[in-house]
C-alpha cells in the first residue's frame, strides 16, 4: 500500500476566515477513506482544494507523486481525480448518455478537424465512449434511463449518474461529497454495494459523509475535521471513541 | 429501395429533418420560380436573396456562439467587418495607394478563406482575455468590441479607405478546372455560370454551395466532443470544469468558430458588393443577427436559418414594400382619398406606414416571441426549459419506475 494523495499542510484562508487550516494526511491506494466532521468544518473546501477549484493558500496537494497544487480542475481530472458534488450538478438538459459521454472529454484525441470532417478514428472514437458509456450506465443501474434527460430523473438516479459520469474520466481517485445525502436505508445499502463495486475496478475512494452508519461500515479510515482543523485520524472504531470527536459533535459536558 | 423508404420514415417526423429538406428544395427552385412569376425579370429578387444568404450565414455562425456555448455575443457584426475589409484589402487595387505600393489580387476562393483566418484569429485574441468573464460581463466586452472595430476601419485613414470605404473589390470566379467547357453556353434559366452583375442567379448558387457547406461543418461539430462539450459548459461550467473539460479553450473555440463563420460571410458580402465601407457594420447588424437566432430556436441549426429566413424577409421585403402595397390596397378597395395628403395633417397612407415601419416590426417581433416563446423551430431543449412538459417518450419510463 503507498499512499495514492498526499495532503500536506493545506490552509485556505477567505479573507479573515480560515475554512481548512494546516490539514495534513494521506489516502492510500485502494482504500475508501471518509472525511467527517460537522457542518462548516471545511471538508467541501478542502475538496476543493484537491480537485484544484481553490488553490490553496498554503501548503501542497500529491497526486501519485505529482505535484498537482493549485493546477485548474480539468487538469486534475486528466491526472486522474473524478469527483461529485454534494449538490447534485449535472447537465439537466442533456440526455444521461450525453452526460456520461462528456466524462470521456479528458480521454478523448479527436482534434477540431476530426469533428469538422467526421473521420473514420472520429466515428470510431464516439462509438467506443458510446459503448463504454452504456457500461457504466448500466453499472449504476441507469442503463433504462439513458434517452432521458438529466433533471428528469429521480434524486437517487441523479446521484448514481454524477457517479457514473465521474467514472467515466478513468479516474484513479474517486471523491463522493455526501454521496448518501437524502438517500433511504434500502438506497444507503445500494450505494455501499456501489462503492464495492467501485473499489473492485481499481479506484480508491474518498468521501465525504454525514451518515455515520454509512462511514463506520465503508471506510477503513477516517479523518474528522472541526473548524477546518484536522481533529482526528483512524480507523472507525478508534474515531468513534475519541473524547475530542465526541465534543466536537455533541458539544462539552457541563 | 427500402433503405430509402427507411431513411424517409424514420425522418418524416423529425421536424429538423423536414426543415431541412423543404429549405433544400425551396433554394433550389426559387431561382427558376421566381423568373417564371415575374416573367424573367425576378434578377432583383435572386440577388436580394443572396444577400439573405449573408445573414444566414452569420445566424448559422451565431447560433454557435450563443445557442450552443450559451456566450452571449453582442459585437459579432465586428467579426463580418474584419471579414469583409480583408478580403478588400487582399483583392482590391486598394493596398497599392496604402504605403505598401503594391495591389493584392489574391484568388477569390483563397481570399474568402483569408477573411474567414483572420476573423477567426481577432475571435481568438479577443476571447482570450474576456471568456474568463461570465454572462452579462461578456456580452458587454463584446458590445464594446462591436463599437470599436468599425470606428477603426472608418478612422484608419488611408489603410482603410477611411469614410468612403474600399470600392473596386474583386467578383468571384470559379477556378478554371470548374469553369470548363460550359461557359458560355446556354443553359436556359441558368445562362452560364460567370459572376457579373447582370448574373445574380450565378451569386445565389454560390451562396447556396456556401450555405450547404458550413451547415454541414457546424452540424458535424454539434454532434461532436466538442458540441458536448459546449453544450455542458452552458449547462454548468463547474460540473463541466470537474469533468475534465477545459472550459476556457472550449469557449474560445466556439467564440473562434463563430467568429469564422461570420468573417467568411462577411469576404463573401465584399466581393458580392464590390464594396465595403463601415457605414455596414453597426451595431444593427449584430442585433439583427442575434433576433435571428433567437427568433428560430437558439441551438438549433435549421432554426436559426429559418430564423434568419423569416427576419430578412421581414426587413428586406415587407417592409420596405408596405407602404406602396398599402395604397394599393386603399385604392382597390375604393378609399383613394387615404392615399392623398391632406392640410389637416393626414401625410397619405403609404407615409403612415413608412413611417412606421419599425413600429409594425416591432409589433411583428413581439407576436412572433409571445406566440412562440421557444423560436420557431426550437432545439429540443429549449423546447424543454421554456415549457417543462415532459415528451411522452421520456415521461413513460418514470411511469414504470414508479
Known amino acids: 500500500m503507498s499512499a495514492i494523495l498526499r495532503v500536506g499542510g493545506v490552509t485556505k484562508r477567505f479573507g479573515g476566515l480560515v475554512a481548512v487550516d494546516n490539514v495534513t494526511f494521506e489516502v492510500e491506494e485502494g482504500e475508501v477513506f471518509a472525511l ?83 473521420t473514420p478514428f472520429e466515428r470510431s472514437e464516439e462509438k467506443r465512449i458510446t459503448e463504454h458509456s452504456m457500461e457504466l450506465l448500466k453499472l449504476v443501474g441507469l442503463e433504462r434511463q439513458s434517452e432521458n434527460y438529466a433533471r428528469n430523473l429521480a434524486y437517487g438516479q441523479q446521484r448514481r449518474l454524477e457517479i457514473a459520469r465521474a467514472l467515466a474520466t478513468d479516474p484513479k481517485l474517486l471523491l463522493l461529497d455526501e454521496p448518501a445525502a437524502g438517500f433511504n436505508p434500502q438506497e444507503k445499502v445500494e450505494l455501499m454495494a456501489l462503492v464495492q463495486t467501485i473499489l473492485k475496478r481499481g479506484i480508491t475512494v474518498f468521501l465525504i459523509e454525514h451518515d455515520m452508519k454509512v462511514v463506520m461500515q465503508a471506510s477503513q479510515r477516517i479523518v474528522v475535521l472541526d473548524h477546518g482543523e484536522k481533529i482526528a485520524e483512524g480507523p472507525p472504531v478508534e474515531v468513534r471513541n475519541n473524547p475530542r470527536v465526541i465534543e466536537a459533535y455533541l458539544g462539552k459536558s457541563a | 429501395m427500402t433503405t430509402v423508404r427507411n431513411f424517409v420514415r424514420s425522418n418524416v417526423r423529425n421536424p429538423n429533418a423536414v426543415a431541412y429538406f423543404l429549405m433544400a428544395v425551396s433554394a433550389l427552385f426559387f431561382p427558376a420560380v421566381v423568373q417564371f ?70 484568388p477569390f476562393w483563397i481570399a474568402l478563406f483569408i477573411g474567414m483566418f483572420v476573423a477567426a484569429t481577432a475571435g481568438a485574441l479577443l476571447g482570450a482575455p474576456t471568456l474568463r468573464l461570465r454572462g452579462d460581463y461578456l ?88 458540441g458536448r462539450a459546449w453544450m455542458a459548459v452552458r449547462e454548468d461550467e463547474t460540473a463541466a470544469a470537474a469533468s475534465g473539460v477545459n472550459t476556457v479553450s472550449v469557449k474560445l473555440l466556439a467564440f473562434s468558430i463563430g467568429a469564422a463563420t461570420s468573417g467568411f460571410a ?137
Open chain 2, 37 to 106: 412569376a415575374t416573367g424573367g425579370s425576378g434578377d432583383y429578387l435572386v440577388g436580394l436573396a443572396a444577400d439573405g444568404g449573408i445573414y444566414m450565414l452569420m445566424a448559422i455562425g451565431l447560433n454557435v456562439v450563443v445557442g450552443f456555448a450559451g456566450l452571449l455575443d453582442l459585437g459579432y457584426a465586428a467579426f463580418f467587418a474584419i471579414g469583409s475589409y480583408t478580403y478588400a484589402l487582399v483583392a482590391s487595387n486598394h493596398l497599392g495607394v496604402t504605403p505598401i505600393g503594391h495591389s493584392l489580387h489574391v
Open chain 2, 266 to 402: 462577411g469576404a463573401f458580402y465584399g466581393a458580392k458588393l464590390s464594396y465595403v465601407s463601415s457605414e455596414n457594420f453597426g451595431f444593427i447588424v449584430s442585433v439583427t443577427v442575434l433576433a435571428m437566432v433567437v427568433l428560430g430556436g437558439m441551438g438549433n441549426i435549421p432554426g436559426a436559418m429559418l430564423g434568419a429566413i423569416v427576419l430578412y424577409f421581414i426587413l428586406f421585403w415587407l417592409l420596405p414594400n408596405a407602404p406602396g402595397q398599402m395604397q394599393g390596397l386603399a385604392s382597390s378597395l375604393g378609399l383613394d382619398w387615404l392615399n392623398q395628403s391632406n392640410p389637416n395633417g393626414w401625410p397619405g397612407i403609404g407615409e403612415v406606414v413608412s413611417r412606421s415601419k419599425y413600429v409594425i416590426f416591432g409589433l411583428i417581433l413581439v407576436g412572433i416571441m409571445l406566440l412562440r416563446p421557444q423560436g420557431l423551430l426550437p432545439s429540443q431543449i429549449r423546447k424543454q426549459e421554456l415549457t417543462h412538459e415532459e415528451p411522452e417518450a421520456l415521461a413513460a419510463p418514470r411511469q414504470l419506475q414508479a
Open chain 2, 139 to 226: 456580452a458587454i466586452v463584446t458590445l464594446g468590441f462591436g463599437e470599436i472595430v468599425p470606428r477603426v476601419f472608418r478612422n484608419a485613414g488611408i489603410w482603410t479607405g477611411g469614410v468612403p470605404g474600399i470600392s473596386a473589390l474583386d467578383v468571384p470566379t470559379l477556378p478554371g478546372w470548374v469553369q470548363g467547357p460550359w461557359v458560355g453556353q446556354d443553359f436556359g434559366w441558368v445562362p452560364d455560370f460567370r459572376f457579373t452583375s447582370a448574373n445574380l442567379t450565378a451569386y445565389y448558387m454560390l451562396m447556396i454551395i456556401l450555405i450547404a457547406f458550413v451547415v454541414i461543418l457546424v452540424h458535424n461539430l454539434y454532434n461532436s466532443r466538442l
Open chain 1, 36 to 118: 467527517i466532521g460537522p457542518n462548516g468544518a471545511g471538508k467541501t473546501t478542502l475538496f476543493n482544494c484537491v480537485t484544484g477549484f481553490y488553490k490553496p493558500t498554503l501548503g501542497t496537494v500529491t497526486f501519485r507523486d505529482r505535484n498537482l497544487t493549485g493546477s485548474p480542475p480539468h487538469r486534475t481530472a486528466k491526472a486522474g481525480i473524478a469527483r461529485t458534488f454534494q449538490n447534485i450538478r449535472l447537465f439537466e438538459y442533456m440526455s444521461a448518455l450525453d452526460n456520461v459521454r462528456l466524462g470521456h472529454h479528458c480521454r478523448m484525441h479527436s482534434k477540431l478537424w476530426d469533428s469538422l470532417f467526421k
